[in-house]
Structures are given as C-alpha cells and as structure tokens.
C-alpha cells in the first residue's frame, strides 16, 4: 500500500527523533564538536568579519573626510556645475566633467572589451580544439596580468600615432579614444575568462538536445547555450565595467589632463581616478580644499559602482525570470 505524503513525513520525522534520543541516551548529551571544527568555524567567521570591517572603515574614512569638503563646498556646486578648476582663483569645483570623463572612458571599453571578450570565449569553450586552446588560453590571461600602466604608453605611443592619426589627423597625442581602446584590451581577459566559465557549465544535455531536433552547431551555441549561461555573461561585463570605472594610470598617461564635458572621443578629457593621481602627486597641502577633492571623488565613484552594480543585479535577475 503506497503511503501518502503526510504520512511518509510522520514516519521520517519519527525515525530522526528516535535517532536522536539514542544518540543522547548514548552520550548524556548531544556530541560536541571538536576542537579543530570550533577553531575553523571561528577562523572563517573572522574572515568574513574582518572583510565586512574592512569595508565599513572605507566607507567610514570617505564619510568622515568627505564630510570636511561639504563643510566649505556646497552640494549644488559640486554636483550640478560643468566646471572643475580647483587649483585656479576663483576655484570651480563642479565635477560633472570628470563624471562625464569617467563615464565616457569606460562606456567605450566595454564597446571595445565584450566583442573581443566573448567572442574569445565563445571560440574557446564551442570551436576551438583542446590543443588550441592550451594555446591561446594562457596568452589571453597574460593581458590581465599586464600592468595597466603599460597599457596608457601603449596607446600614447602606438595607438594614437600609428592607428589613430592616419584616420583623425586633428587628434591630439591626448585623448579618450586611445585611452578608451587600451582600457578595452585591458579588461578582454574578465570577460573571456569568466564568461568562458559560464559557457562551460550549460549542461551537455541541453545542447544535445537542440542537435537531436536538427539546430546546427551556430544556432545551439546563440540561441541554447549563451542563454543558459547570461547570468554569468552579464556578470562578467559589469565585473569589467567596474574595472574600466577605477582604471587610473592608462587614462592619466593616455588621456590627458582637461576635464570638459564633451563626447568627442578625439578630445583631451580627464577621469576621476586621473585627477586623484594629480593630487596625490605630494604637491598640494594637506587640509586645504583641494586636498580634501580626493574624498569628494572617492564618494562620487564608490557611489557610481555601487549604482551600476545594482543595475546589473537586476538585470541578472530579469534575465534569469525570462529563462526560467
């Protein structure tokens, strides 16, 4: 006679409850653990822990010293002026032109990063023999472990007067577009390599399955198995975006040093991480105002990461109710 659900609950219930009574009937009291299970349990609690304290004391020292350019600077001028001159008389302490620059820069690498990274991926995981792969995969993670400032002399010396000049011969040797093509190639390896590893785990039998109802080899790889693995996908750009955000020594040496608005990529324009190398140089006074634009910029970026990061949950999330 099958039993029904409730039933076979009752009946395991009952068999774990009897076990545990042995057990304590056994022992007196239920088993300790040992002393080599309590200290890894307190040695990964403190981990955890101390991460979260390391996180909290950034915000803390960005707050807290933030706090000390608000007092002389207003948050309309910072946030809502187009100019930044700090070091001039009278200072113009707008930093909409270094957001704009900011922005800018990394928008145009990922442009440049994901056809190049997942297209690398998709080769590796779908098309490329084992042997090839042995090959190409290291060479591709050998573009992360390249200092960035490599990259900004780079495209001073190669891109701009090699590949750009001959197109644009009103560029300067400063510009976005050269920064902008030195930050995509450095950020290739993020999104080929951990997109390379969603594509990887899309079980075997759902591409099976769509060349058991005749899809050809192209139409599995765009329709079945990079669906299955977009979460991991989007995951990987928004990971190569943040980097793009932060990226600081290619953008000071390649872009230049004048924050504008503007969206002509042919242009000089500066970052907010350029501009904080500027000021870190060791020439401007420590407590003055322009000492303290450090802090401002630090809060304007932790809070852009921290808003595109949210955007990119959400559509994680999105992509992953679609495909359920």
Sequence with gaps: MELLP?????????AITKDRKEVFSRYGKAPSKSFIEQFA????????????????????IFIYEGAN???????????FTTEWAPFGRPQKLGVLPLVNGTIMVALGAIFVGIPLGLGTAIYLTQYASKRTREIITPLVEILGGIPTVVYGYFALDVLTPKFIKPFFPEVGIFNALSATIAIGISIVPF?????????????????????????????????ITIPAAISGIIASI???FTRALGETMAVTIAAGA??????NYLESIQTMTAFIVQVSLGDTPAGTIEYYT?????????????????????IVRKFREVIQ
């Excluded at 304007?300 to 949950?313: C, E, K, S």
């Design 6 to 14: 409730s039933e076979q609950k009752k009946i395991l219930t009952e």
């Design 191 to 223: 999104i080929a390599s951990l997109s390379a590893e969603s594509l990887r785990i899309v079980p075997l039998r759902i591409q099976t399955g769509g060349y058991a109802l005749g899809l050809t080899k192209f139409h599995v790889v765009t329709r």
């Design 238 to 240: 928004i990971l190569a």
């Design 258 to 263: 004048n924050p504008k608005i503007t969206f």
């Design 41 to 60: 349990s307190f040695f990964v609690a403190l981990h955890g822990y101390l991460t979260l304290g390391v996180t909290l004391s950034i915000i803390f």
């Design 69 to 79: 350019f608000f007092k002389k600077v207003s948050f309309f001028e910072f946030f």
């Design 294 to 314: 450090i802090y401002a910029i630090g809060i304007v970026l932790f809070l852009l990461t921290f808003i595109f990061n949210w955007i990119a949950l959400l």
